[in-house]
């Protein structure tokens, strides 16, 4: 059995498992999770937080790297991550996985692609893949552009330029946060400077530039783009710990459409994360009825009904 079938038949386990209402662990009462800095992440630990107050639960989220964040579930310092993007941090969670130290929630994002990019201007100059961009090194002046040191896709651009492969002698790759990159994507643009950069979607960024995914990097970021999945993660015993979490989190998922409306309000219009968070509740309604399924409060009452006036619904 491949891993992504066995991490959906866990995550089927896991949800199938949750009782309607169980009593859960003290320490329930507080799930702690993780932000690597990535605004899809903010977004969807927010919606998840906007839901957990009124079920009567707390949220901390604490700013660390994906491979901290794999090491703190490993120990059982953290309970959930939102954030394991497949196949990019495989490496990551198969040891976890096979040692029982990582439980597999469930897939919650699909149809995401997730490789390097360039703007549609310099596409234009003949540059639609990984191996069109040795021979425009100059005006790339060497560079491509990623996000906070540590992450897997950064590692995989590392691991390319270290083998230079696609003939990509001397290039570096320039190692920042998500919003430090975008704003270098942007003066460029207003430069039509020629850049290539680390792009995914679900995000803004798809909206706010015109771009061009590159072609022909399916060895270091998976076929189709780089397509993935998304799933969500929890520390060994969580499942048995927190059934009534683990039932929510096993009902969770998301949508492009929806992140990249949240992802915009925080980056393009400065909002707070979890009133973008209610905002697009509030326009998704149908979202908590499937999320709050069986779903009890902490103390056993009717969850969706607790949210649902919570939030105005």
């Not at 949750?18 to 899809?40: H, V, Y």
Request: charged share 20%.
């Amino acid at each position: 059995m491949n891993l992504g079938r066995a991490l959906l038949l866990a995550g089927a386990m896991i949800c199938a498992a949750a009782p309607a209402f169980a009593a859960e662990k003290a320490a329930c009462a507080s799930l702690r999770m993780s932000d690597p800095g990535w605004t899809d992440i903010t977004s969807t630990n927010a919606l998840l937080g906007v839901v957990l107050e009124p079920l009567g639960y707390a949220q901390k989220v604490e700013p660390l790297a994906v491979p901290v964040t794999y090491e703190a579930i490993k120990n059982s310092q953290l309970d959930a991550f939102l954030g394991n993007w497949m196949p990019a941090q495989k490496r990551f969670i198969e040891p976890l996985v096979a040692s029982g130290d990582l439980e597999v929630i469930r897939a919650n994002l699909d149809g995401i692609r997730f490789t390097l990019a360039v703007p549609d201007y310099v596409a234009k100059m003949g540059i639609k893949s990984f191996a069109d961009l040795a021979a425009h090194a100059d005006a790339f002046d060497h560079k491509i552009y990623g996000i906070e040191p540590g992450a897997p896709a950064n590692q995989n651009i590392q691991k390319m330029l270290d083998a230079k492969d696609f003939g990509l002698t001397g290039w570096s790759l320039v190692e920042s946060s998500e919003q430090a990159m975008l704003s270098q994507v942007e003066r460029a643009q207003r430069a039509k400077k020629a850049i290539v950069f680390l792009a995914w979607e679900p995000h803004p960024m798809n909206t706010k530039f015109a771009l061009t995914y590159l072609a022909g990097g399916d060895a270091y970021f998976g076929a189709n783009f780089g397509a993935a999945t998304v799933y969500t993660v929890a520390r060994k015993g969580f499942a048995a710990d927190c059934p009534n979490l683990a039932r929510l989190l096993g009902q969770l998922t998301f949508s492009v459409d929806i992140e990249n409306q949240i992802m915009a309000a925080i980056l393009d219009h400065g909002e707070d994360a979890r009133k973008a968070a209610l905002a697009a509740l509030k326009a998704h309604p149908g979202l908590v009825d499937a999320w709050l399924a069986g779903v009890t409060t902490k103390d056993g009452g009717d969850g969706r009904a607790a949210v649902k006036a919570s939030l105005g619904l």
